[in-house]
Protein backbone atom coordinates (compact mmCIF):
# COMPACT_ATOMS: atom_id res chain seq x y z
CA UNK A 1 0.00 0.00 0.00
CA UNK A 2 1.51 3.20 -0.85
CA UNK A 3 0.21 7.00 -0.62
CA UNK A 4 -0.60 6.97 -4.27
CA UNK A 5 -3.44 4.16 -4.08
CA UNK A 6 -2.95 0.20 -3.39
CA UNK A 7 0.01 -0.86 -5.86
CA UNK A 8 -0.56 -4.71 -5.41
CA UNK A 9 -3.17 -7.18 -3.95
CA UNK A 10 -2.24 -10.66 -4.46
CA UNK A 11 -2.65 -14.17 -2.94
CA UNK A 12 1.50 -15.23 -2.91
CA UNK A 13 3.55 -18.08 -1.60
CA UNK A 14 6.46 -16.24 -0.41
CA UNK A 15 7.77 -12.75 0.24
CA UNK A 16 11.19 -11.84 0.84
CA UNK A 17 11.44 -8.17 2.35
CA UNK A 18 14.16 -5.85 3.30
CA UNK A 19 13.94 -6.06 6.69
CA UNK A 20 15.40 -3.28 8.77
CA UNK A 21 17.63 -5.75 10.67
CA UNK A 22 18.50 -7.70 7.75
CA UNK A 23 16.60 -9.93 5.22
CA UNK A 24 13.26 -11.41 6.04
CA UNK A 25 11.56 -13.88 4.13
CA UNK A 26 7.79 -14.80 4.96
CA UNK A 27 5.99 -17.90 4.64
CA UNK A 28 2.25 -18.34 5.05
CA UNK A 29 1.28 -19.14 8.74
CA UNK A 30 4.37 -16.62 10.13
CA UNK A 31 3.88 -15.51 13.87
CA UNK A 32 2.43 -11.68 13.62
CA UNK A 33 5.00 -9.50 13.77
CA UNK A 34 5.25 -5.83 12.46
CA UNK A 35 8.00 -4.33 11.21
CA UNK A 36 10.45 -1.80 9.96
CA UNK A 37 11.33 -2.18 6.26
CA UNK A 38 14.74 -0.60 4.78
CA UNK A 39 15.13 0.54 1.18
CA UNK A 40 15.42 -2.14 -0.95
CA UNK A 41 14.30 -4.83 -3.48
CA UNK A 42 11.33 -6.92 -1.94
CA UNK A 43 10.62 -10.04 -3.90
CA UNK A 44 7.51 -12.25 -3.79
CA UNK A 45 6.16 -15.67 -5.04
CA UNK A 46 2.83 -14.92 -6.99
CA UNK A 47 0.49 -18.48 -5.86
CA UNK A 48 -0.94 -18.72 -9.38
CA UNK A 49 2.72 -19.39 -10.49
CA UNK A 50 5.10 -17.86 -12.44
CA UNK A 51 8.33 -16.91 -11.41
CA UNK A 52 9.52 -14.49 -8.53
CA UNK A 53 9.00 -10.36 -9.11
CA UNK A 54 10.36 -7.89 -7.89
CA UNK A 55 9.27 -4.28 -6.55
CA UNK A 56 11.52 -1.56 -5.54
CA UNK A 57 10.22 -0.28 -2.06
CA UNK A 58 11.50 3.08 -0.78
CA UNK A 59 11.06 2.19 3.39
CA UNK A 60 8.06 2.20 5.10
CA UNK A 61 7.09 -0.67 7.75
CA UNK A 62 5.71 -4.20 7.11
CA UNK A 63 2.41 -6.26 8.85
CA UNK A 64 2.25 -10.01 9.14
CA UNK A 65 -1.05 -11.39 10.36
CA UNK A 66 -1.57 -15.16 10.23
CA UNK A 67 -2.37 -15.43 6.36
CA UNK A 68 -1.82 -11.75 5.41
CA UNK A 69 1.01 -9.45 4.66
CA UNK A 70 0.84 -5.60 4.71
CA UNK A 71 3.47 -3.50 3.20
CA UNK A 72 2.87 0.31 4.16
CA UNK A 73 5.36 2.16 1.71
CA UNK A 74 6.23 5.34 0.36
CA UNK A 75 6.73 3.87 -2.76
CA UNK A 76 6.96 0.75 -4.46
CA UNK A 77 7.64 0.51 -8.06
CA UNK A 78 8.00 -2.42 -10.58
CA UNK A 79 10.67 -3.40 -13.48
CA UNK A 80 9.00 -1.59 -15.83
CA UNK A 81 7.50 2.09 -13.39
CA UNK A 82 11.11 2.90 -13.05
CA UNK A 83 12.64 5.89 -14.68
CA UNK A 84 16.41 4.42 -14.49
CA UNK A 85 17.50 7.94 -16.34
CA UNK A 86 15.89 10.31 -13.22
CA UNK A 87 17.47 7.29 -10.63
CA UNK A 88 21.04 7.46 -12.54
CA UNK A 89 20.54 11.34 -11.99
CA UNK A 90 19.63 11.33 -8.64
CA UNK A 91 22.27 8.78 -7.38
CA UNK A 92 24.91 11.43 -9.15
CA UNK A 93 23.27 13.66 -7.35
CA UNK A 94 23.13 13.00 -4.08
CA UNK A 95 26.46 11.24 -4.31
CA UNK A 96 28.48 14.40 -4.95
CA UNK A 97 26.50 16.22 -2.74
CA UNK A 98 27.64 13.89 -0.28
CA UNK A 99 31.67 13.64 -0.91
CA UNK A 100 31.34 17.30 0.68
CA UNK A 101 29.62 16.74 3.65
CA UNK A 102 30.54 14.86 7.14
CA UNK A 103 28.41 12.08 8.62
CA UNK A 104 27.91 14.94 11.38
CA UNK A 105 25.67 16.71 9.39
CA UNK A 106 21.89 17.55 9.07
CA UNK A 107 21.83 16.98 5.35
CA UNK A 108 23.88 13.48 5.49
CA UNK A 109 21.26 11.32 6.43
CA UNK A 110 19.01 12.60 4.10
CA UNK A 111 20.78 12.66 0.77
CA UNK A 112 22.56 9.12 2.07
CA UNK A 113 18.24 7.99 2.16
CA UNK A 114 18.07 9.28 -1.66
CA UNK A 115 21.34 7.47 -2.93
CA UNK A 116 20.30 4.78 -2.01
CA UNK A 117 16.76 4.78 -3.01
CA UNK A 118 17.88 5.44 -6.51
CA UNK A 119 20.66 2.41 -5.90
CA UNK A 120 17.81 0.23 -5.30
CA UNK A 121 16.08 1.56 -8.25
CA UNK A 122 18.85 0.99 -10.33
CA UNK A 123 19.65 -2.20 -9.33
CA UNK A 124 15.65 -3.27 -9.92
CA UNK A 125 15.28 -1.96 -13.29
CA UNK A 126 18.53 -4.13 -14.52
CA UNK A 127 17.78 -7.49 -12.80
CA UNK B 1 -21.57 55.84 -29.94
CA UNK B 2 -19.18 53.26 -31.29
CA UNK B 3 -19.56 52.10 -35.06
CA UNK B 4 -21.04 49.30 -36.24
CA UNK B 5 -17.75 48.28 -36.58
CA UNK B 6 -16.38 48.95 -33.04
CA UNK B 7 -18.90 46.82 -31.92
CA UNK B 8 -18.36 43.68 -34.39
CA UNK B 9 -14.98 43.45 -32.86
CA UNK B 10 -16.13 43.94 -29.67
CA UNK B 11 -18.43 40.89 -30.06
CA UNK B 12 -16.08 38.68 -31.24
CA UNK B 13 -13.54 39.27 -28.38
CA UNK B 14 -15.92 38.82 -25.97
CA UNK B 15 -17.35 35.53 -27.45
CA UNK B 16 -13.95 34.42 -27.88
CA UNK B 17 -13.09 35.68 -23.99
CA UNK B 18 -16.23 33.25 -23.28
CA UNK B 19 -14.57 30.30 -25.23
CA UNK B 20 -11.55 30.52 -23.31
CA UNK B 21 -13.27 30.36 -19.97
CA UNK B 22 -15.46 27.43 -21.01
CA UNK B 23 -12.59 25.62 -21.83
CA UNK B 24 -10.71 26.61 -18.57
CA UNK B 25 -13.46 25.79 -16.77
CA UNK B 26 -13.98 22.33 -18.29
CA UNK B 27 -10.13 21.35 -17.91
CA UNK B 28 -10.71 22.41 -14.06
CA UNK B 29 -13.28 20.36 -13.47
CA UNK B 30 -11.38 17.19 -15.02
CA UNK B 31 -8.50 17.78 -12.94
CA UNK B 32 -10.65 18.41 -9.67
CA UNK B 33 -11.88 14.65 -10.41
CA UNK B 34 -8.27 13.76 -10.53
CA UNK B 35 -7.21 15.49 -7.64
CA UNK B 36 -10.31 13.74 -5.87
CA UNK B 37 -9.26 9.90 -7.18
CA UNK B 38 -5.86 10.88 -5.47
CA UNK B 39 -7.57 11.84 -2.24
CA UNK B 40 -9.62 8.40 -2.10
CA UNK B 41 -6.38 6.50 -3.06
CA UNK B 42 -4.53 8.09 -0.27
CA UNK B 43 -7.20 7.18 2.66
CA UNK B 44 -6.40 3.12 3.15
CA UNK B 45 -2.79 4.00 3.58
CA UNK B 46 -3.12 7.00 5.78
CA UNK B 47 -5.84 5.43 7.91
CA UNK B 48 -2.93 2.43 8.56
CA UNK B 49 -0.28 5.00 9.74
CA UNK B 50 -2.70 6.90 11.87
CA UNK B 51 -3.65 3.49 13.53
CA UNK B 52 -0.28 2.86 14.37
CA UNK B 53 0.59 6.13 15.26
CA UNK B 54 -1.65 6.38 17.98
CA UNK B 55 -1.07 2.48 19.01
CA UNK B 56 2.51 3.18 19.50
CA UNK B 57 2.38 6.71 20.50
CA UNK B 58 0.42 6.16 23.20
CA UNK B 59 2.65 5.28 25.21
CA UNK B 60 6.13 5.98 26.91
CA UNK B 61 8.00 6.55 23.70
CA UNK B 62 5.92 9.36 23.36
CA UNK B 63 8.67 11.63 24.94
CA UNK B 64 11.86 10.09 23.31
CA UNK B 65 10.87 10.96 19.51
CA UNK B 66 12.57 13.97 18.43
CA UNK B 67 9.51 14.49 16.11
CA UNK B 68 6.76 14.52 19.12
CA UNK B 69 9.42 16.43 21.21
CA UNK B 70 7.53 19.72 21.92
CA UNK B 71 9.68 22.73 22.57
CA UNK B 72 8.97 26.16 23.31
CA UNK B 73 7.69 27.62 19.83
CA UNK B 74 10.26 30.27 19.22
CA UNK B 75 11.45 29.52 15.89
CA UNK B 76 8.80 28.58 13.33
CA UNK B 77 8.17 27.52 10.09
CA UNK B 78 5.08 28.63 7.83
CA UNK B 79 4.60 26.26 4.81
CA UNK B 80 2.17 27.92 2.51
CA UNK B 81 0.51 26.51 -0.23
CA UNK B 82 -0.85 28.57 -3.32
CA UNK B 83 -0.72 27.33 -6.89
CA UNK B 84 0.68 28.05 -9.71
CA UNK B 85 -1.56 29.41 -11.66
CA UNK B 86 -4.60 32.63 -11.29
CA UNK B 87 -7.57 32.42 -12.49
CA UNK B 88 -8.99 31.19 -9.64
CA UNK B 89 -10.75 33.88 -7.86
CA UNK B 90 -9.80 34.79 -4.16
CA UNK B 91 -7.80 31.51 -4.06
CA UNK B 92 -4.09 32.71 -3.84
CA UNK B 93 -5.04 36.02 -2.05
CA UNK B 94 -6.69 33.94 0.86
CA UNK B 95 -3.72 32.09 1.33
CA UNK B 96 -1.19 35.01 1.54
CA UNK B 97 -3.48 37.15 3.83
CA UNK B 98 -3.75 34.02 6.04
CA UNK B 99 -0.43 33.51 6.58
CA UNK B 100 0.39 37.51 6.69
CA UNK B 101 -2.44 37.52 9.30
CA UNK B 102 -0.73 34.63 11.50
CA UNK B 103 2.81 36.20 11.25
CA UNK B 104 0.90 39.33 12.58
CA UNK B 105 -0.83 37.86 15.79
CA UNK B 106 1.46 35.74 16.61
CA UNK B 107 5.06 37.75 15.87
CA UNK B 108 6.29 38.74 19.26
CA UNK B 109 6.07 42.73 19.32
CA UNK B 110 9.73 42.94 19.69
CA UNK B 111 10.66 40.85 16.76
CA UNK B 112 8.54 42.98 14.61
CA UNK B 113 4.98 41.80 15.23
CA UNK B 114 2.03 42.51 17.14
CA UNK B 115 1.72 39.91 19.65
CA UNK B 116 2.09 40.53 23.08
CA UNK B 117 4.01 37.83 25.25
CA UNK B 118 2.09 39.00 28.31
CA UNK B 119 -1.70 37.92 26.48
CA UNK B 120 -1.37 35.36 24.41
CA UNK B 121 -0.19 31.90 25.42
CA UNK B 122 2.62 32.05 23.21
CA UNK B 123 4.90 34.05 20.70
CA UNK B 124 7.06 33.42 18.24
CA UNK B 125 10.74 35.23 17.90
CA UNK B 126 11.16 34.48 14.42
CA UNK B 127 8.75 32.94 11.75
CA UNK B 128 10.20 31.69 8.29
CA UNK B 129 8.12 30.97 5.25
CA UNK B 130 8.12 28.18 3.09
CA UNK B 131 6.27 28.66 0.09
CA UNK B 132 4.34 26.06 -2.88
CA UNK B 133 3.24 27.45 -5.99
CA UNK B 134 4.68 30.14 -7.97
CA UNK B 135 2.16 33.04 -6.91
CA UNK B 136 2.86 32.49 -3.19
CA UNK B 137 6.31 32.97 -3.86
CA UNK B 138 5.87 35.86 -6.23
CA UNK B 139 3.93 37.29 -3.42
CA UNK B 140 6.02 36.68 -0.67
CA UNK B 141 9.01 37.87 -3.17
CA UNK B 142 7.69 40.94 -3.26
CA UNK B 143 7.80 41.61 0.22
CA UNK B 144 11.04 41.46 1.26
CA UNK B 145 10.28 41.77 5.28
CA UNK B 146 9.41 38.28 5.38
CA UNK B 147 12.03 35.50 5.48
CA UNK B 148 11.94 32.71 3.22
CA UNK B 149 13.05 29.41 3.94
CA UNK B 150 12.64 28.02 0.78
CA UNK B 151 10.44 27.80 -2.22
CA UNK B 152 9.32 24.89 -3.94
CA UNK B 153 8.70 24.78 -7.49
CA UNK B 154 7.08 22.27 -9.79
CA UNK B 155 4.93 20.88 -7.03
CA UNK B 156 2.29 20.84 -9.43
CA UNK B 157 3.47 19.70 -12.43
CA UNK B 158 2.50 16.20 -11.64
CA UNK B 159 0.05 15.04 -8.98
CA UNK B 160 2.62 12.62 -6.84
CA UNK B 161 4.03 12.03 -3.52
CA UNK B 162 7.24 12.45 -3.97
CA UNK B 163 7.50 16.24 -3.52
CA UNK B 164 5.73 15.57 -0.31
CA UNK B 165 8.14 13.10 0.55
CA UNK B 166 11.11 15.62 -0.19
CA UNK B 167 9.57 18.83 1.76
CA UNK B 168 8.85 16.77 3.92
CA UNK B 169 12.38 14.98 4.70
CA UNK B 170 13.65 18.52 4.55
CA UNK B 171 11.21 20.48 7.04
CA UNK B 172 11.71 17.37 9.50
CA UNK B 173 15.53 17.39 9.38
CA UNK B 174 15.18 20.93 10.68
CA UNK B 175 13.23 20.61 13.00
CA UNK B 176 14.91 17.75 14.59
CA UNK B 177 18.16 19.53 14.09
CA UNK B 178 16.42 22.28 16.64
CA UNK B 179 17.04 24.84 13.60
CA UNK B 180 12.81 24.91 13.92
CA UNK B 181 10.65 24.48 17.12
CA UNK B 182 7.27 24.54 15.37
CA UNK B 183 5.86 23.81 11.82
CA UNK B 184 2.51 24.83 10.61
CA UNK B 185 0.66 24.83 7.62
CA UNK B 186 -1.42 27.03 5.79
CA UNK B 187 -3.36 25.52 2.88
CA UNK B 188 -7.10 25.58 1.12
CA UNK B 189 -9.27 22.87 2.60
CA UNK B 190 -11.45 21.02 0.25
CA UNK B 191 -14.77 21.26 1.34
CA UNK B 192 -16.46 20.76 -2.10
CA UNK B 193 -16.23 21.99 -5.77
CA UNK B 194 -17.85 25.64 -4.91
CA UNK B 195 -16.83 26.13 -1.54
CA UNK B 196 -12.81 26.13 0.35
CA UNK B 197 -12.10 27.49 3.80
CA UNK B 198 -8.20 28.21 4.56
CA UNK B 199 -7.03 26.47 7.66
CA UNK B 200 -3.65 26.57 9.52
CA UNK B 201 -2.79 23.62 10.69
CA UNK B 202 0.41 22.29 12.85
CA UNK B 203 2.09 19.77 11.22
CA UNK B 204 5.21 19.34 13.74
CA UNK B 205 5.46 18.48 16.78
CA UNK B 206 3.73 15.62 15.46
CA UNK B 207 0.33 15.40 18.09
CA UNK B 208 -0.80 11.53 18.15
CA UNK B 209 -5.02 12.22 18.29
CA UNK B 210 -6.91 9.87 20.89
CA UNK B 211 -4.97 8.71 23.96
CA UNK B 212 -7.01 6.65 26.17
CA UNK B 213 -8.72 5.03 23.43
CA UNK B 214 -5.80 3.86 21.26
CA UNK B 215 -4.27 2.18 24.38
CA UNK B 216 -7.25 -0.05 24.40
CA UNK B 217 -6.68 -0.94 20.88
CA UNK B 218 -3.09 -0.93 21.40
CA UNK B 219 -3.60 -4.18 23.69
CA UNK B 220 -5.52 -6.27 20.84
CA UNK B 221 -3.10 -5.83 18.08
CA UNK B 222 -0.99 -8.49 19.72
CA UNK B 223 2.15 -8.28 17.29
CA UNK B 224 5.70 -8.88 17.59
CA UNK B 225 7.17 -5.59 17.44
CA UNK B 226 11.10 -5.79 15.29
CA UNK B 227 13.24 -4.32 16.39
CA UNK B 228 10.90 -3.08 18.75
CA UNK B 229 7.96 -0.79 19.59
CA UNK B 230 10.62 2.32 19.39
CA UNK B 231 12.18 1.26 16.20
CA UNK B 232 9.01 1.04 14.54
CA UNK B 233 7.69 4.48 15.47
CA UNK B 234 11.17 5.84 14.16
CA UNK B 235 10.41 4.90 10.59
CA UNK B 236 6.48 5.64 11.41
CA UNK B 237 7.21 8.93 12.37
CA UNK B 238 8.32 10.75 8.94
CA UNK B 239 5.67 8.92 6.85
CA UNK B 240 3.05 10.22 9.36
CA UNK B 241 4.75 13.87 8.42
CA UNK B 242 4.80 13.34 4.78
CA UNK B 243 1.37 12.17 4.79
CA UNK B 244 0.39 15.20 5.90
CA UNK B 245 2.18 17.48 3.62
CA UNK B 246 0.75 14.99 0.54
CA UNK B 247 -2.74 15.65 2.42
CA UNK B 248 -2.34 19.23 2.09
CA UNK B 249 -1.39 19.17 -1.46
CA UNK B 250 -3.70 17.21 -2.73
CA UNK B 251 -6.28 19.48 -0.50
CA UNK B 252 -5.20 22.39 -2.28
CA UNK B 253 -4.97 21.00 -5.70
CA UNK B 254 -8.83 19.91 -5.45
CA UNK B 255 -9.52 23.49 -3.73
CA UNK B 256 -7.53 25.13 -6.65
CA UNK B 257 -9.52 23.32 -9.24
CA UNK B 258 -12.76 24.02 -7.62
CA UNK B 259 -12.31 27.58 -7.04
CA UNK B 260 -11.64 27.81 -10.45
CA UNK B 261 -14.56 26.31 -11.85
CA UNK B 262 -16.02 28.51 -10.39
CA UNK B 263 -14.22 31.56 -11.02
CA UNK B 264 -14.44 30.48 -14.75
CA UNK B 265 -18.53 29.85 -14.18
CA UNK B 266 -18.58 33.18 -13.35
CA UNK B 267 -16.68 34.76 -16.14
CA UNK B 268 -18.49 32.24 -18.68
CA UNK B 269 -21.82 34.39 -17.66
CA UNK B 270 -20.67 37.47 -17.36
CA UNK B 271 -19.17 37.25 -21.25
CA UNK B 272 -22.79 35.83 -22.32
CA UNK B 273 -24.65 38.45 -20.36
CA UNK B 274 -22.41 41.08 -22.27
CA UNK B 275 -22.63 39.36 -25.55
CA UNK B 276 -26.37 39.76 -25.49
CA UNK B 277 -26.17 43.46 -24.38
CA UNK B 278 -23.48 43.83 -27.32
CA UNK B 279 -26.15 42.11 -29.41
CA UNK B 280 -28.68 44.28 -28.92
CA UNK B 281 -26.80 47.08 -29.29
CA UNK B 282 -25.46 46.03 -32.40
CA UNK B 283 -29.17 45.61 -34.00
CA UNK B 284 -29.82 49.09 -32.71
CA UNK B 285 -27.38 50.28 -34.60
CA UNK B 286 -27.92 48.97 -37.50
CA UNK B 287 -31.45 49.65 -37.66
CA UNK B 288 -30.63 52.89 -36.90
CA UNK B 289 -28.59 53.46 -39.74
CA UNK B 290 -30.74 51.74 -41.70
CA UNK B 291 -33.32 54.19 -41.10
CA UNK B 292 -31.26 56.86 -41.26
CA UNK B 293 -30.19 55.73 -44.41
CA UNK B 294 -33.23 55.00 -46.39
CA UNK B 295 -34.62 58.69 -44.95
CA UNK B 296 -32.00 60.07 -47.02
CA UNK B 297 -33.15 58.01 -49.84
CA UNK B 298 -36.93 59.42 -49.59
CA UNK B 299 -35.56 62.92 -48.91
CA UNK B 300 -33.28 62.77 -51.69
CA UNK B 301 -36.11 61.46 -53.81
CA UNK B 302 -38.14 63.86 -52.96
CA UNK B 303 -35.83 67.04 -53.78
CA UNK B 304 -35.81 65.48 -56.83
CA UNK B 305 -39.39 66.12 -57.75
CA UNK B 306 -39.47 69.06 -56.34
Known amino acids: MTPEGRKLSEPVKEVTTPGALGELGVLPGHIPILTVLDIGALTYLPAKGGGPRQLAVGGGYLEVDRDRLVVITESAEFKEDIDAERAR ?26 RKRAKVRLQVASS | MPSLKDIRRRIRSVS ?110 SIELAVIGKKGQDYFGRRPQYKVFKNYRGVFEKIGYEKACEIGEEVSSAYVGEGLDAVY ?48 LDEVLPLYVNNQIYRAILESIASEMGARMTAMDNATRNASAMLGRLTLQYNRARQAAITKELMEIVGGAEALKG
Open chain 2, 16 to 125: NTRQITKAMKMIAAARLRKAQMAIEARRPYAKRIAEIISVLAGRSEREDHPLLAAREPKKVLILSLTSDRGMCGGFNGNICRETEKYVRQHLSREFGGTADPANVAFVHE
Open chain 1, 89 to 114: KAKGDATKKLDGLDSGDAQFDLLAKR
Open chain 2, 185 to 232: MVYNEFKSAISQRVVVEKLLPVEPEGGAHAEEQGASLDFEYEPNKAGV
